[in-house]
Antibody, heavy 123, light 108 residues
């Protein structure tokens, strides 16, 4: 079964750090771009970051640049999101998602999603 | 950055109705557009990719159309399980991906 399972969410103080993990199974992980998408309480979806199959390209939404770092370990079939200098507006459910394979993989959308992990930043 | 504007934001309809949701992009994105369905407390589910290709396993009452900057998602005959929130998403580049603000579809 194709599956993504996130972990690492929790309650953290403003200015603190948290590392999210996403474990993949059931597909050839090293062949896919991976993404993180978040959803603040009662709000819509927001793309956060992407990482290429081999980790050589990484992209971020402007609001997290310089604070968040996406990484992956293909041997462990996992993708990570290191979140530093957390703010109240980072409070959200964070989903990892599979985002296509190859040069035109973005054509295919995000076809596999995890169940999400909740991050709450307190003041 | 490419902005997506969905309309309407809220839609009230009955079982059996035909509904259409629109999504407009602020610049041309070819057909790099996807549609998702999300139910409360659940992860989004991919319905349509490449603007008009139905994801495997998605019922044929769902269809997508459009290209360039104007796109639509149509549900031909609403079923009880279709009441949810729908999002469009542009993936014109891996460097910047955006979602529309969402359309909440409720039972009339």
């Amino acid at each position: 079964e194709v599956q993504l399972v996130e972990s690492g969410g929790g309650l953290v103080q403003r200015g603190g750090s948290l590392r999210l993990s996403c474990a993949a199974s059931g597909f050839t992980f090293r062949s896919y771009w991976m993404s993180w998408v978040r959803q603040a309480p009662g709000k819509g979806l927001e793309w956060v970051a992407n990482i290429k199959e081999d980790g050589s390209e990484k992209y971020y939404v402007d609001s997290v640049k310089g604070r968040f770092t996406i990484s992956r370990d293909n041997a462990e079939k996992s993708v990570y999101l290191q979140m530093n200098s957390l703010r109240g507006e980072d409070t959200a459910v964070y989903y990892c998602a599979r985002c296509g394979s190859g040069t035109y993989g973005n054509y295919y959308g995000m076809d596999v999603w995890g169940q999400g992990t909740t991050v709450t930043v307190s003041s | 950055d490419i902005q997506l504007t969905q309309s309407p934001s809220f839609l009230s309809a009955s079982v059996g109705d035909r509904v259409t949701i629109s999504c407009r992009a602020s610049q041309v994105i070819s057909n790099y557009l996807a549609w998702y369905q999300q139910k409360p407390g659940k992860a989004p589910k991919l319905l349509v990719y490449a603007a008009s290709t139905l994801q495997s396993g998605v019922p044929s009452r769902f269809s997508g159309s459009g290209s360039g900057t104007e796109f639509t998602l149509t549900i031909s005959s609403l079923q009880p399980e279709d009441f949810a929130t729908y999002y469009c998403q542009q993936l014109n580049s891996y460097a910047s991906i955006t979602f529309g603000q969402g359309t909440r579809l409720e039972i009339k």
